[in-house]
C-alpha cells in the first residue's frame, strides 16, 4: 500500500517553497490581469474603429498572437524580445526578476488578444441606433464608446471576461517552462528533491482547483445577481 507524508506539505522547507510558488503564481494573475484589460479594450475599440488602419493593425495583432501557442510566446518574451531592447535596458531587466517580468508580458499579450474578442462582441451587441444617437448629439467615437457605449458592453461582458480570467489562473503554470519560481515550478522541485509526486502535484492541483472554482462561482453568481438582458 501507499504511503503518504502530508507533513512535507504542511510544514517545513517545502511547505514554505509550495507557499512562495502560490503567491507568486497569484501575482502573476493579479498583475497580468491589471495590465491585460486595458490592453483588450483598446484593442476592441481599434478594432471598432472608422479609421482602416488602426482595424487592420489591431485585427492583426489579435490573428497573429491567438495562432501561437501561449508556450511559444512564453518563449519568445523570455528569450528573444531581451536581444531586441538597447543593452541599458537589458541590464536592468536582467538584475530583477526577469522571468516573472517576461512571463507577465507573454500572458498579457496572449490574454489581452482574447478578452479584446470578447469586448467587441458586447460592443456590437449594442444596438447601433445607440452609436447613431451619440454622433446626432455631436460627441465622436471615443466620447461615444465611453459613456454610452462601453458602460453597457463591457457589463454584458463580464461573463467571458471571467472565463478568460480563468484560462489565465491555468496558464500562469506554462511559467515553469522559463524558469518563474511559480507553483508548478516549486511542486516540480519538490517532486525532484523527495519522489512524493502524490504530495507535490495534489497541493498544486488543489490550489488551481480551488481558486477556479472561486473564479467560476463568481461568474454564477454575477450572472444571477445582474442578468443581461437583451434590448
Not at 41 to 64: G, W
Not at 99 to 119: H, K, N, P, R, S
Request: with cysteine; glycine share 4%.
Amino acid at each position: 500500500m501507499p504511503s503518504f507524508d502530508f507533513s512535507l506539505i504542511l510544514s517545513g522547507q517545502y511547505h514554505d517553497m509550495l507557499l512562495a510558488g502560490l503567491r507568486l503564481s497569484l501575482q502573476l494573475l493579479a498583475f497580468s490581469l491589471l495590465l491585460s484589460l486595458p490592453l483588450a479594450i483598446v484593442v476592441a475599440l481599434m478594432r471598432m474603429s472608422p479609421s482602416a488602419p488602426l482595424r487592420a493593425l489591431a485585427a492583426t495583432y489579435v490573428e497573429v498572437v491567438r495562432s501561437i501557442p501561449l508556450l511559444a510566446h512564453m518563449l519568445f518574451w523570455y528569450f528573444a524580445a531581451p536581444e531586441l531592447l538597447p543593452e541599458a535596458a537589458r541590464e536592468w531587466l536582467y538584475a530583477g526578476p526577469v522571468e516573472a517580468i517576461c512571463a507577465v508580458m507573454a500572458l498579457v499579450t496572449y490574454t489581452a488578444a482574447y478578452m479584446a474578442e470578447d469586448i467587441r462582441s458586447g460592443i456590437r451587441a449594442i444596438p447601433a441606433v445607440q452609436m447613431e444617437a451619440g454622433r446626432a448629439l455631436g460627441l465622436g467615437f471615443l466620447p461615444t464608446m465611453r459613456h454610452v457605449i462601453l458602460p453597457q458592453a463591457l457589463r454584458a461582458t463580464v461573463p467571458p471576461l471571467i472565463s478568460q480570467t480563468l484560462n489565465l489562473w491555468k496558464n500562469t503554470s506554462i511559467a515553469t517552462v522559463i524558469g518563474a519560481a511559480e507553483m508548478m515550478y516549486q511542486a516540480a522541485q519538490m517532486e525532484s528533491d523527495t519522489f512524493r509526486s502524490f504530495e507535490a502535484f495534489g497541493f498544486a492541483s488543489l490550489a488551481y482547483l480551488s481558486l477556479s472554482l472561486a473564479i467560476t462561482g463568481l461568474a454564477a453568481w454575477f450572472q444571477h445577481r445582474f442578468p443581461v438582458r437583451t434590448m
